[in-house]
């Protein structure tokens, strides 16, 4: 049964009022941009409602320039920081090596203590089924980070590039973005780097269909993993 999630249209509750106290969110990504590009609507959507959301990037992404003898680790840590800054996020990295992702029990306890240390009452991650075997290291850190907190603590996967990245989808939340959407587009875009007049239109183009699936202009799909209790904001 599909979730229609923050959705203003057909009468369910509006989004969380800025006023109250919220708790902390926590996004993982394998690399600068990922989170943005996923689910940046929803991180806009967070902040701007009060929630302390912080990104976790499994690394600098310092082997995706395009441009020749660039320092790409710093470039994109700051396109990062700045795509954090419009978000209302707070930037934090992981230190695995772009491309060469490890997965052993010195990964999982040092990500276990990292992503503890930011106490989230919710984990949102990259769906593990991926092209990219650094999506895919996230996910199982992230997975494994929440299970020992699942008592506390829910986990939703959002997805990338769908069919190019992300593979065997098919959303069960979903969030109208539609209001968010020109400050992802501006997040995404902060990562000047990446060739986002490319890129940025496939996931508009995502964010449309999933949008057309719940009756919005935009929308971002999210799966809620099996034994994750239910966060109020991708439930109401
Ligand atoms: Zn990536």
Known sequence: MLRRTFLTYSGVAPFLDATSEKGNVLVAGGHPGDPEYGCGGTIAKLTKAGYRVTILYLNRGEKGCRVMNADCGSLRT??????????????????????????????????????????????????????????????????????????????????????????MFSPTYYVDITAEEALKRKACFAHASQSPERFYKIQSDITRFRGSQVGCVHAEGFIRCAGSRAHPILTS
């Open 78 to 167: 700051r396109e990062a920081e700045n795509a954090c800054r419009i978000l209302g996020a707070t930037p934090t990295f992981g230190k695995e090596v772009d491309g060469e992702a490890v997965v052993d029990n010195a990964a999982y306890s040092s990500f276990d203590e990292l992503i503890g240390s930011h106490r989230p009452e919710l984990i949102i991650t990259h769906w593990p089924i991926d092209n990219h075997r650094d999506h895919r290291a996230i996910s199982m850190l992230s997975y494994d980070a929440w299970h020992s907190r699942r008592a506390t603590c829910s986990l939703y996967y959002y997805e990338v590039t769908d069919g190019e990245d992300t593979v």
